[in-house]
């Protein structure tokens, strides 16, 4: 069936009562659960049905009949709901404050239905910056000729249609202001249908690399035409012929050109613009003093930083703490992560180890406390599969660190490794709280705060104690 022959569909009216974690209204019909992208809570709507699953629908809004006092105007041309719309953001029509109370609702309620955890204080939310804020996407490549040749842009929503976007809201100015050109330099290439995606990585301070995934190699002309654009654009060019390892910057001088900056530590770390960095610049330098100051450090500790990177945490981390080891499953990052403490005179208050840390296991933990001399802060910033195995082994060991501070960009896995850390080990969750990393999108990034508490058992043993010798008993 072709997008221009859509059938028609059955049309209902509901109250929308909450949001899912992806930004659609939640109603009921029919004792159905119903998912409707584009309705907000308390609205009255009517939607037309586009899923009939046995116990549930998934429907888009046709009609508003009675709109939330949340609701507002999105800035996005290319935001909306239905065929053709933009699939980079899924909540503009919901203001930018309501957004992160949501967040905040998305993480207690994570932290209580999967882990049964609740944390003695909420933290205040972080916001940064509503517009502007994307520093790193991947935008998708495609002649369309129905659509008048070249796109660059993000995919349609729920679709691997590319999106027609002329400007974007979210990306900084220039990037923006660069989609168009962008098409017209993919148009005029001879490898035009081998060119399937554009990466963008800007830095904290607006150097911009762009990162050309090529299928083929580039002619002369090509070569002439990308230099010509990349100076029109004041831009630095990499090509990526195969993996991201394999990514160079077309000029020798611009390998080292984009930097993390984190004055408040006195940090510059440089980074390729295929590596893992934070998409929003302004709430990481946010975040990296946040998880600092949670952690309650002094030069006399010594802390172990998992999943490292390349130091975004560590080296802030080492301008507050005696020594600070940070381990990495990858090995490259882990150069790099050498190179900035060297750069950033780190090095000797620093150590940074390649471990597959999804299999660490209580051995690993005990050679680490052994080689430190002890831990006496853990910071933990794992990808969406969080820390389970890392997890397991904190609330066996009797060797316990006084603090961790776990940072998450997924509030179900951090909820399962709280819940592993609290009920197993008897960590007492101190804190939790939203960072908005990801304005105006469903992502939920989030921070925790756990200290060791009593552990199950040892629990049991007292309360066994003191039902035999009685509560004044030095059980």
């Not at 992806?22 to 659960?33: D, F, I, Q, S």
């Not at 249609?161 to 098409?183: F, G, H, N, Q």
């Not at 299999?359 to 831990?375: F, Q, S």
Request: charged fraction near 25%; aromatic fraction near 6%.
């Amino acid at each position: 069936m072709s997008r221009t022959n859509q059938k028609i569909r059955p049309v209902y009216e509901v109250e929308v009562e909450k949001l899912d974690a992806e930004g659609r209204g939640v109603a009921h019909h029919e004792g159905k659960v119903v998912f409707i992208e584009g309705a907000l809570p308390t609205e009255r709507v009517r939607y037309e049905q586009i899923r009939n699953k046995p116990s549930f629908e998934i429907g888009r809004v046709t009609e508003i009949l009675k709109a939330s006092e949340q609701r507002v105007e999105p800035l996005c041309p290319n935001f909306g709901i239905g065929p053709g719309s933009c699939g980079g953001c899924a909540m503009q029509h919901l203001d930018p404050r309501a957004q992160v109370q949501f967040k905040q609702t998305v993480l207690t309620d994570a932290l209580w239905h999967i882990g049964k955890v609740v944390p003695e204080t909420i933290l205040e939310p972080l916001y940064g910056e509503f517009w502007g804020y994307r520093h790193r996407a991947r935008l998708t490549v495609r002649n369309v000729a129905k659509k008048g040749g070249v796109l660059v842009g993000f995919h349609e929503k729920s679709s691997s249609y590319v999106a027609d976007m002329t400007e974007c809201r979210i990306l900084p100015p220039k990037v923006s202001d660069m989609l168009v050109p962008m098409r017209r330099l993919v148009e005029s290439l001879t490898i035009a249908q081998r060119l399937p995606q554009i990466e963008v990585a800007v830095d904290g301070e607006g150097n911009t690399a762009l990162v050309l995934r090529i299928l083929e190699p580039l002619s002369p002309e090509d070569v002439e035409k990308i230099e010509a654009f990349a100076r029109a654009e004041d831009v630095d060019v990499w090509l990526q012929p195969k993996g991201p390892e394999s990514a160079a910057p077309m000029h020798p001088e611009a390998a080292d050109r984009l930097k993390l900056v984190l004055d408040e530590f006195n940090v510059r770390i440089s980074f390729k613009p295929t590596d893992f960095t934070q998409v929003n610049h302004r709430l990481n330098v946010e975040m990296v003093s946040r998880a600092v100051k949670l952690l309650g450090l002094d030069e006399s500790m010594t802390v172990a930083d998992f999943f490292c990177g390349l130091g975004n945490f560590t080296l802030p981390l080492a301008r507050r703490a005696k020594r600070v080891i940070g381990i990495e499953g990858s090995e490259g990052l882990v150069a790099r992560a050498r190179a900035g403490a060297q750069a950033n005179g780190l090095a000797a208050k620093t150590e940074f180890v390649a471990r597959n840390l999804f299999t660490w296991c209580e051995d690993d933990w005990n050679k680490l406390w052994e080689k430190m001399g002890g831990i006496d802060r853990v910071l933990i910033d794992p990808p969406r599969e969080g820390a389970q195995a890392l997890s397991r082994v904190l609330a066996a060991t009797d060797k316990r660190p006084q603090r961790v501070v776990y940072v998450s960009c997924n509030p179900a896995t951090l909820a399962r490794d709280c819940a592993i850390l609290h009920h197993e080990g008897g960590w007492i969750v101190r804190a939790a709280g939203v960072m908005n990393m990801f304005p105006h999108t469903g992502h939920v990034e989030s921070i925790a705060v756990l200290e060791p508490g009593v552990r199950p058992e040892q629990k049991n043993e007292n309360e066994q104690c003191q039902r035999e010798k009685g509560p004044e008993a030095a059980c």
